[in-house]
């Protein structure tokens, strides 16, 4: 049976789209139960409509605190049997209601090389460095900032004339490519978690 997940995004949803379209091309084998979005106005709820998945925009502003909220989600996504959830451009930091709820079942996927550079505006950080590679990089999510074990990784040049916008777009695409090979690797099973190493 094929293995149910979920995605929170707050925005434009284009690693949405790509597992949509990796599904739909049978390079992922999965169903998409559902995709959340903490902004009414994000894109991907579109996205998600427009293929015809529920897509739920779910305020903070109703709920009393972070772990109301959390909670709340988790609920959610239990009622949908959700195996694993994937945050895909989810700018609120999950909280213990969540992770508790879903135990190295939580993907996030981070715009650099991790540890290189966590946080925001990621892109900007690496230009700012100097560094000649970045990247992306798809992660367990833990209750440490873009600090879960690493499960899939691509590596991108950054040019002399770069600027956020190139470097954002050259990453990007490696984005869309490893998400939906990330997600296959831990629906697939069969690995273990050792220190903070994704072992498969
Ligand atoms: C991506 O760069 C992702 O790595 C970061 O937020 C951005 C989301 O883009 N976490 P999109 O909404 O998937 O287009």
């Keep these: 049976m094929s293995r149910r997940i979920a995605v929170l995004i707050s925005g434009r949803g284009s ?24 902004r009414a106005d994000a894109g991907g709820l579109n996205r998600a409509r427009d293929a015809g998945i529920e897509a739920l925009h779910l305020s903070p502003k109703d709920y009393a605190d972070r772990d109301k ?7 959610i996504l239990r ?4 195996d694993l959830v994937c945050l895909a451009g989810y700018m609120r930091v999950v909280g213990p209601g969540l992770l508790k709820a879903f135990p190295d079942r939580i993907l996030n996927i981070h715009p650099s090389l991790l ?4 946080g925001l505006d990621a892109q900007r950080q690496a230009l700012d460095h100097g560094v000649q590679v970045s990247g992306a990089t798809v992660h367990l999510v833990t209750d440490g900032l873009d600090d879960g074990p690493i499960v899939v990784q691509a590596a991108v040049p950054v040019e002399p004339d770069d600027t956020v916008d190139t470097l954002a777009a050259r990453i990007l695409a490696e984005e869309h490519r490893i998400y939906p090979e990330a997600i296959g690797k831990v629906l697939a099973g069969g690995w273990t978690i050792e220190g903070r190493r994704f072992r498969c």
Excluded: C, M, W
Excluded at 20 to 29: C, Q
Excluded at 69 to 75: I, K, N, R
Excluded at 115 to 118: C, E, L, N, R
């Design 79 to 82: 009622a949908r049997q959700v």
């Design 15 to 38: 690693n949405l789209q790509s597992i949509i379209d990796a599904i739909a091309g049978h390079r992922l084998e999965a169903t998409l139960a559902i995709v959340i979005s903490n």
């Design 69 to 75: 909220y959390d909670e709340a989600l988790a609920e």
């Design 115 to 118: 540890p290189a550079f966590p």
